[in-house]
């Protein structure tokens, strides 16, 4: 392939580099991404099997702000699968699936929290708010209470990136939600406040074909300004600009020469890349910890009542984080149309486990068969309903644990910067967020 020109080289073709690409070209800067495999997407992926789509990433989408803005500018509006409203959400704890409470009136009558739980929290508007090397699991616990911490906050934040909150400091990860939702002195009076407004936001959603074809109508989008099977190899400074050699090996290599490159890539890809001309911020970012997480998808014959459920912080004999449930949200409706009934027979009887991470790193090296068990197994005590194993795949989560302090705060050369999951908020919001502001950083609009 002949060398490239461009203004801006973006390495990875995930969320990130495409929603940067895609701001950026709106700005009427040249752009190039490049993507080593080939599809665009990154994480976020589904597969078909056995007439079923399974979600290999982000399992759903709320369709509000700028996602909702990108979706309709990118015409999948008509797409859309929408839950029927909202639907609650649960932990497990001690044999039962308690529903998350969402309200004063269901903080009361909940049973994750014994009455001494529910009276604690009463404290909690009096404590101080988060102090300077503090962890996520001091900090909700001295907010909130033990009992709060493991049955309610500390699962539902933990979970998402199967990740121990003892080890991970509010700094480098709460931080960026409690700096997001405004929340200074009290927590409970804003989570109070956010469940107020859920209602008026969009219910979860997804699309007829997956979650994949959200980067697919990225790409698509921006056309040959994407390349795919395009392996960034080395990155090199060159005549005050950027040489970005593609391929090389058993490949013949090419180079794309830009202004600036932009590397979207997660921390393990990228660390390799930056060891020559930013060998600190290699280290660093080399450093970082990764939880391992296994997620089997399986099917079972009964629909239950809800989006998922999360495992309790004191359930520490269970491998499973935290279960998806497909099927409530987006399974069958006999009222829809024929096109968005085929859709929903999709999602029929699918759920998704979560399996190790932090505290349960062995899971991850389990053969497939024997994972596949363990998560029949699981799911069987959790729900009380027997399912099968049809997909067993593997991913990789940031910690946000201690080796994330400064991650954000890299001192790269001139020309090169990071948009990533890892340097920032993760989630399809906060990609979206980032690829913005450092659009407008390194193509300011016109006065």
Same mark, same amino acid.
């Given at each position: 392939?002949?060398?490239?020109?461009?203004?801006?080289?973006?390495?990875?073709?995930?969320?990130?580099?495409?929603?940067?690409?895609?701001?950026?070209?709106?700005?009427?800067?040249?752009?190039?991404?490049?993507?080593?495999?080939?599809r665009p997407g990154g994480v976020t992926w589904t597969e078909a099997r056995e007439?079923?789509?399974?979600?290999?990433?982000?399992?759903?989408?709320?369709?509000?702000?700028?996602?909702?803005?990108?979706?309709?500018?990118?015409?999948?509006?008509?797409?859309?699968?929408?839950?029927?409203?909202?639907?609650?959400?649960?932990?497990?704890?001690?044999?039962?699936?308690?529903?998350?409470?969402?309200?004063?009136?269901?903080?009361?009558?909940?049973?994750?929290?014994?009455?001494?739980?529910?009276?604690?929290?009463?404290?909690?508007?009096?404590?101080?708010?988060?102090?300077?090397?503090?962890?996520?699991?001091?900090?909700?616990?001295?907010?909130?209470?033990?009992?709060?911490?493991?049955?309610?906050?500390?699962?539902?934040?933990?979970?998402?990136?199967?990740?121990?909150?003892?080890?991970?400091?509010?700094?480098?990860?709460?931080?960026?939600?409690?700096?997001?939702?405004?929340?200074?002195?009290?927590?409970?009076?804003?989570?109070?406040?956010?469940?107020?407004?859920?209602?008026?936001?969009?219910? @979860?959603?997804?699309? !007829? *074909?997956?979650? &994949? +074809?959200?980067?697919?109508?990225?790409?698509?989008? $921006? =056309?040959?300004?994407? /390349?795919?099977?395009?392996?960034?190899?080395?990155?090199?400074?060159?005549?005050?600009?950027?040489?970005?050699?593609?391929?090389?090996?058993?490949?013949?290599?090419?180079?794309?020469?830009?202004?600036?490159?932009?590397?979207?890539?997660?921390a393990p890809e990228a660390a390799p890349l930056l060891r020559e001309v930013a060998?600190?911020?290699?280290?660093?970012?080399?450093?970082?910890?990764?939880?391992?997480?296994?997620?089997?998808?399986?099917?079972?014959?009964?629909?239950?009542?809800?989006?998922?459920?999360?495992?309790?912080?004191?359930?520490?004999?269970?491998?499973?984080?935290?279960?998806?449930?497909?099927?409530?949200?987006?399974?069958?409706?006999?009222?829809? @149309?024929?096109?968005? !009934? *085929?859709?929903? &027979? +999709?999602?029929?009887?699918?759920?998704?486990?979560? $399996? =190790?991470?932090?505290? /349960?790193?062995?899971?991850?090296?389990?053969?497939?068969?024997?994972?596949?068990?363990?998560?029949?197994?699981?799911?069987?005590?959790?729900?009380?309903?027997?399912?099968?194993?049809?997909?067993?795949?593997?991913?990789?989560?940031?910690?946000?644990?201690?080796?994330?302090?400064?991650?954000?705060?890299?001192?790269?050369?001139?020309?090169?910067?990071?948009?990533?999951?890892?340097?920032?908020?993760?989630?399809?919001?906060?990609?979206?967020?980032?690829?913005?502001?450092?659009?407008?950083?390194?193509?300011?609009?016109?006065?």
């Amino acid at each position: 392939m002949p060398d490239a020109r461009t203004d801006v080289a973006i390495v990875g073709g995930g969320l990130s580099g495409l929603a940067l690409g895609r701001a950026l070209s709106a700005r009427g800067t040249e752009v190039l991404v490049l993507e080593a495999s080939d599809r665009p997407g990154g994480v976020t992926w589904t597969e078909a099997r056995e007439g079923r789509l399974l979600e290999l990433g982000p399992q759903r989408i709320r369709p509000s702000g700028a996602v909702g803005e990108l979706v309709e500018e990118l015409g999948l509006g008509d797409e859309l699968l929408l839950s029927p409203g909202e639907l609650p959400l649960f932990v497990y704890r001690d044999g039962c699936l308690g529903e998350v409470p969402l309200s004063a009136r269901a903080l009361l009558r909940t049973e994750l929290l014994s009455t001494a739980g529910k009276l604690r929290l009463l404290a909690e508007p009096l404590t101080r708010g988060a102090l300077p090397g503090e962890t996520v699991a001091h900090y909700l616990t001295r907010k909130l209470g033990r009992e709060a911490y493991e049955n309610l906050v500390g699962p539902l934040y933990g979970g998402l990136y199967g990740s121990n909150p003892s080890e991970m400091l509010v700094e480098a990860s709460l931080g960026h939600v409690l700096r997001r939702f405004g929340v200074g002195r009290s927590l409970g009076l804003a989570v109070l406040g956010l469940a107020r407004r859920r209602g008026r936001v969009p219910p @979860p959603a997804t699309f !007829r *074909e997956g979650m &994949a +074809a959200l980067p697919r109508s990225m790409a698509r989008a $921006l =056309g040959d300004r994407v /390349r795919l099977q395009a392996r960034v190899t080395a990155l090199a400074r060159e005549n005050g600009g950027w040489r970005v050699t593609i391929g090389g090996g058993s490949a013949p290599a090419w180079a794309v020469r830009a202004d600036r490159v932009a590397v979207t890539v997660p921390a393990p890809e990228a660390a390799p890349l930056l060891r020559e001309v930013a060998p600190e911020v290699a280290r660093h970012i080399g450093a970082l910890t990764y939880n391992r997480l296994v997620v089997v998808h399986l099917l079972a014959d009964r629909v239950l009542p809800g989006l998922g459920c999360q495992v309790s912080l004191a359930e520490r004999d269970l491998a499973t984080r935290g279960l998806t449930w497909n099927a409530p949200a987006f399974g069958p409706d006999p009222e829809a @149309p024929k096109r968005e !009934r *085929e859709a929903r &027979a +999709a999602r029929e009887g699918v759920y998704t486990a979560f $399996l =190790g991470g932090a505290g /349960r790193e062995e899971v991850a090296d389990l053969e497939e068969e024997a994972a596949a068990g363990l998560a029949t197994d699981e799911f069987a005590r959790i729900t009380g309903e027997p399912a099968r194993p049809i997909l067993v795949s593997r991913v990789w989560m940031p910690a946000w644990d201690r080796t994330w302090k400064g991650a954000g705060a890299l001192d790269l050369p001139r020309g090169l910067t990071v948009c990533a999951a890892w340097s920032e908020r993760p989630g399809i919001p906060g990609r979206l967020s980032q690829a913005a502001r450092l659009a407008e950083r390194l193509a300011p609009a016109a006065p």
